[in-house]
């Protein structure tokens, strides 16, 4: 075994995939050359907040400052600092996100500046437990103008033994200066041979594994999403249902139709029904390729059948292509209704 393998041998982190990525944040922890931050990038469900825990877990355990000699795992899970991060009480981890709006209960549109403010007083303290003091940011493009001015300054300005792990889908929407003052990780789509062994060693079964695994795009916690959240499943299948109906269906139809399969007054929900569109694009694609057994949705094998005869092979590739462009225009903040009017009348 070469001395990086031994070495992270003694990591106990769960993740899919990324090796390369783990292997470095792992040498980085046993040489004690800790960045002062973090930008991981990567589509949701990746996994970058499975390893942004993991991560923390480790720089929190205090089997991290021991030598190996009794080879005791990392995060150990049983020391003070495992035991507070498991619940949730670590005076010294900060996880923060958008907050819900009270009068709509919806997320609000950006991280605030006094967010930011909070972390950076928090940050600024000595830490109680003499460890690192670490704050994640989730979907830090969210950030608003004055919120990543005012992190910019923590950037700038670091304390010691202080880490910040920014992350997000979208690496346009970080300004340049900020992602230049971190460390930039990527994080690609995982392979399905390490997704379907992982929904294995849950004890999915062969055949359910094989459809969750090609279903999720090399997104890990997709796939688990689906196993182990059935009804998320069913919705999952449902609105792929409508959307053939949708696609299946005439102009003026689809246009009435819309409304009742998104909502589409949230951002969110409409990206959502998006990522479920598209994989029942990538079934039309392997039903005109005659690749059948890659397909995720069996439950509806006839309909897709019937309708990928409808569509050439240029066709579909040409509604993807529009799917894709009403992304970026949605990140643009282009009114949601029209972009996918628009989207709808080009099938």
């Given at each position: 075994?070469?001395?990086?393998?031994?070495?992270?041998?003694?990591?106990?982190?769960?993740?899919?995939?990324?090796?390369?990525?783990?292997?470095?944040?792992?040498?980085?922890?046993?040489?004690?050359?800790?960045?002062?931050?973090?930008?991981?990038?990567?589509?949701p469900h990746l996994g970058k907040a499975t390893v942004a825990k993991s991560f923390t877990d480790s720089l929190i355990c205090q089997n991290l400052a021991k030598d190996n000699e009794d080879n005791e795992k990392i995060p150990c899970g049983s020391c003070n600092g495992c035991k507070q991060i498991k619940n949730g009480i670590h005076p010294d981890v900060y996880w923060l996100s958008r907050e819900v709006n009270d009068k709509t209960d919806k997320l609000k549109k950006n991280i605030s500046i006094e967010q930011i403010r909070q972390i950076q007083s928090k940050l600024s303290l000595h830490s109680f437990l003499n460890s690192y003091k670490i704050a994640i940011i989730d979907e830090a493009e969210t950030l608003s103008l004055e919120a990543a001015n005012a992190l910019l300054k923590l950037l700038e300005e670091p304390t010691a033994k202080t880490v910040l792990i920014l992350l997000t889908a979208n690496l346009a929407k970080i300004p340049k200066t900020v992602a230049s003052r971190c460390q930039v990780l990527k994080f690609l789509p995982v392979k399905y041979e390490d997704i379907f062994d992982h929904l294995r060693s849950l004890k999915v079964d062969r055949k359910k594994a094989t459809v969750l695994a090609n279903l999720s795009f090399g997104q890990p916690g997709m796939a688990i999403n689906y196993a182990t959240d059935n009804e998320l499943y069913l919705d999952f299948q449902d609105q792929a249902k409508q959307f053939v109906t949708l696609l299946g269906s005439k102009a003026n139809t689809r246009l009435k139709m819309l409304g009742e399969v998104v909502d589409l007054k949230d951002i969110n929900s409409i990206k959502d029904s998006l990522n479920i569109w598209s994989k029942v694009l990538r079934d039309l694609v392997l039903i005109k390729l005659n690749n059948e057994n890659l397909i995720s949705n069996h439950r509806f094998l006839t309909d897709l059948k019937e309708l990928a005869s409808k569509f050439s092979p240029k066709s579909l590739a040409s509604t993807i292509i529009n799917l894709n462009s009403s992304r970026r225009y949605l990140d643009a903040n282009v009114n949601p209704k029209l972009v996918l009017e628009n989207l709808v009348l080009n099938f």
């Open positions: 075994m070469s001395k990086d393998a031994e070495e992270n041998s003694r990591f106990n982190w769960p993740i899919v995939g990324h090796l390369n990525i783990v292997n470095y944040l792992q040498r980085s922890l046993t040489n004690n050359s800790i960045a002062h931050a973090y930008l991981f990038v990567g589509t």
